[in-house]
């Protein structure tokens, strides 16, 4: 089964770091571009960063470029989004998701979706 799982969320303060995790089980999830996107309350679904199965090509959405960096180790399945300098305004549900390519995630272009972690930076 194709299957997208999140962890890592919590509560942090403000200017604190956190770092999700995203496991893909399966094979074809496990050999796609996988990234992360994040939903605030009463706002879009948006991009936050993706990663090329191939672990060098990165796209990052502008509100986290220098703060957040994504990562991935292949031999575990797992992507990784370290998230430095929190802000309040980082609060929101983060999604882990998978597609064809990391252009194709930045483009909403998502094949597979993860159930959500909630991160929270109080100020």
């Known amino acids: 089964q194709e299957q997208l799982v999140e962890s890592g969320g919590g509560l942090v303060q403000a200017g604190g770091s956190l770092k999700l995790s995203c496991t893909a089980s399966?094979?074809?999830?496990?050999?796609?571009?996988m990234g992360w996107f994040r939903q605030a309350p009463g706002k879009e679904r948006e991009f936050v960063a993706g990663?090329?199965?191939?672990?060098?090509?990165?796209r990052y959405g502008d509100s986290v470029k220098g703060r957040f960096t994504i990562s991935r180790d292949n031999a575990k399945s797992t992507a990784y989004l370290q998230m430095n300098s929190l802000k309040p305004e980082d609060t929101a549900v983060y999604y882990c998701?998978?597609?064809?390519?990391?252009?194709?995630?930045?483009?909403?272009?998502?094949?597979?979706w993860g159930q959500g972690t909630q991160v929270t930076v109080s100020s």
């Open positions: 998701a998978a597609a064809g390519s990391s252009l194709k995630l930045a483009r909403y272009e998502t094949d597979y």
């Open positions: 399966g094979r074809t999830v496990a050999s796609l571009a």
């Open positions: 990663i090329a199965w191939n672990t060098v090509t990165t």
